[in-house]
């Protein structure tokens, strides 16, 4: 098991900057992947950026691209998501999610952390 625990979430206001935290603890030597999702009210929860657990490959949504940075400090096992040039339509609930070698999908989500930009 892997548990994930998010941070960093608040209110802001357009054009700021914000950066969420993913503590990751348990089995995590069986990861493969990790990302952040969104979701926010309304809509369905979309995958924003993702990286490898062990290695350098990124992606990221078309939405974020240029603005949005993932990261890994593999001392502390915790990923971040730096947000910059934050704007009304990035505010959601932002979920961390692990997935294992072999699988190809998330096995493990953390609680989810709210981001709300003001305009």
């Known amino acids: 098991q892997v548990q994930l625990v998010e941070s960093g979430g608040g209110l802001v206001q357009a054009g700021v900057s914000l950066r969420l935290s993913c503590a990751a603890s348990?089995?995590?030597?069986?990861?493969?992947?990790v990302g952040w999702f969104r979701q926010a009210p309304g809509k369905e929860r979309e995958l924003v950026a993702a990286?490898?657990?062990?290695?350098?490959?990124?992606h990221y949504a078309d939405a974020v691209k240029g603005r949005f940075t993932i990261s890994k400090d593999n001392a502390k096992n915790t990923v971040y998501l730096q947000m910059n040039s934050l704007k009304p339509e990035d505010t959601a609930v932002y979920y961390c999610?692990?997935?294992?070698?072999?699988?190809?999908?998330?096995?493990?989500w953390g609680q989810g952390t709210q981001v709300t930009v003001s305009p």
């Open positions: 999610a692990a997935g294992v070698v072999g699988s190809d999908t998330y096995n493990f």
């Open positions: 348990g089995r995590t030597f069986n990861l493969r992947r």
């Open positions: 990286r490898l657990w062990i290695g350098s490959h990124t």
